[in-house]
């Protein structure tokens, strides 16, 4: 084993993670974010990282099935957490889930950096026990900036994956 590059060993970490349903054991220093774990040292690009400030939402994973914005969390704050990055959502050459095809039938989408992150803001609404309020579904979103899209489009692609997942139908 090497030794950490820093003058003060303990300053490194042990953590041990799932990641899209992997485990995951690594030696990280304690001011290592979330978001410089995922993409620097297992190289999942997905996660975007936007303003670094929490403001944007385009760096939001699911920590235990909650968004959680990964450039304000550390990594070594998610010890044992089971985390899923927007590359968990569906296989190379798989299926979309009915989150990814509400976005696609949608154009919930332009550019795609905010993609991600409303994807898997998405993705933990449809998952919740019960449909969320159309206030819920608004609050969640509100955490996101998009520079290209107006809105209009993610909402309507919100709704859809809802309907599909809770059998409701909505106006749109």
């Not at 410089?36 to 099935?65: I, P, Y």
């Amino acid at each position: 084993m090497t030794t950490p590059p820093l003058a003060e060993p303990s300053a490194w970490h042990s953590v041990a993670l799932t990641v899209n349903g992997n485990s995951v054991t690594a030696q990280v220093e304690s001011r290592l974010l979330l978001s410089d774990f995922l993409r620097d040292r297992l190289r999942l690009t997905g996660t975007h990282a936007g303003c670094e400030h929490g403001v944007c939402g385009s760096c939001t994973v699911l920590v235990d099935g909650a968004p959680v914005r990964s450039c304000l969390t550390f990594a070594v704050q998610c010890e044992g957490a089971d985390i899923r990055t927007v590359e968990s959502l569906a296989p190379d050459d798989g299926p979309l889930t009915p989150v990814q095809q509400a976005f696609h039938e949608r154009h919930g989408m332009q550019c795609g950096y905010c993609t991600p992150g409303f994807l898997m803001t998405a993705t933990a609404l449809t998952e919740a026990g019960a449909r969320p309020s159309a206030k819920e579904v608004a609050d969640a979103l509100t955490g996101h900036l998009c520079r290209c899209t107006g809105y209009r489009n993610i909402r309507r692609a919100v709704t859809q994956a809802l309907d599909a997942q809770f059998g409701e139908e909505s106006p749109r």
